[in-house]
């Protein structure tokens, strides 16, 4: 299938390592033109360098903290200023910090509200006249399945995830008309850095093993294993892609049948 991607611009935040790492490759072996950006130039760069080596693309990286509204301004401007505008938005930021409700001080709420959905609003808001420009551009959140089922121990993300949930289903009507499409991609157990993270603080936290902690999530996943970071990627990347022409509003679970829920 031709996702018609190719010479469109691309930009992905959070992208100098897992979930948005793989998001960036794949849209460089599609043929767009992408930017990735995160806190970490020494990591960008690396990044920078193994797309290239897998593709041959040439990839822009730009310093990016997305609790940072300046930050996210400028990234995206001068992304779109070196690639002729702006196609495709990929929102995407790393989890806020786990814990329990009695666990959150004001300050922890806040920086979750900035971290996971703010930064979001941020992003959308600074693309979108490059994406109407564009004639019709396309825009993918990054989620968790905790937008359709809560994950214990993990209060903040459960909130605000589920907060850029609903701004992807209101978007979605306020941004037809301008010929913009918008859905969320939620991973579910996908093998990053961030997942083996989770799994030594709960092995810490219930003194067990990582590897039993391992052995029981993988328990809850009909496909019996964990998902890979390329897996996910070759969805968001049909989402955001000129192929998909009818779909937005909608949020796509990635998690090998996890989520129970209808």
């Known amino acids: 299938m031709d996702l018609m991607l190719s010479g469109k611009s691309v930009f992905v935040a959070a992208s100098s390592k897992g979930l948005g790492k793989a998001v960036a490759l794949q849209y460089a072996r599609e043929g767009a033109r992408v930017t990735i950006a995160s806190r970490s130039l020494e990591q960008l760069a690396q990044a920078r360098e193994e797309i290239r080596a897998l593709t041959g693309a040439e990839v822009g990286i730009f310093q990016m903290d997305v609790s940072k509204d300046e930050d996210i301004r400028n990234a995206i401007r001068t992304a779109a200023a070196g690639s002729?505008?702006?196609?495709?938005?990929?929102t995407n930021a790393g989890g806020p910090q786990g814990g329990?409700?009695?666990?959150?001080?004001?300050?922890?709420?806040?920086?979750g509200f900035e971290l996971s959905l703010l930064s979001t609003i941020r992003m959308i808001r600074e693309a979108l006249p490059f994406l109407k420009a564009s004639g019709g551009g396309r825009i993918v959140n990054l989620t968790s399945t905790s937008i359709k089922q809560p994950i214990d121990g993990l209060i903040l993300s459960n909130v605000f995830r589920a907060g850029?949930?609903?701004l992807t289903k209101s978007l979605a009507s306020e941004l037809a008309g301008d010929g913009i499409l918008i859905n969320t991609v939620a991973p579910g157990r996908i093998g990053t850095d961030r997942i083996a993270e989770?799994?030594?603080?709960r092995a810490a936290n219930q003194g067990r093993t990582v590897d039993d902690i391992q052995a029981e999530a993988i328990k809850q996943i009909p496909l019996g294993r964990t998902g890979t970071p390329e897996e996910f990627a070759r969805h968001v990347v049909f989402y955001g892609s000129f192929a998909n022409t009818y779909v937005t509003g909608q949020s796509l679970l990635v998690d090998g049948g996890m989520v129970k829920g209808l």
Not at 84 to 90: A, P, T, Y
Request: hydrophobic content about 50%.
């Open 84 to 90: 002729d505008g702006l196609d495709v938005l990929v």
């Open 100 to 111: 329990f409700f009695s666990d959150m001080a004001d300050k922890d709420w806040t920086g």
């Open 164 to 166: 850029v949930n609903a």
């Open 198 to 201: 989770l799994d030594m603080k």
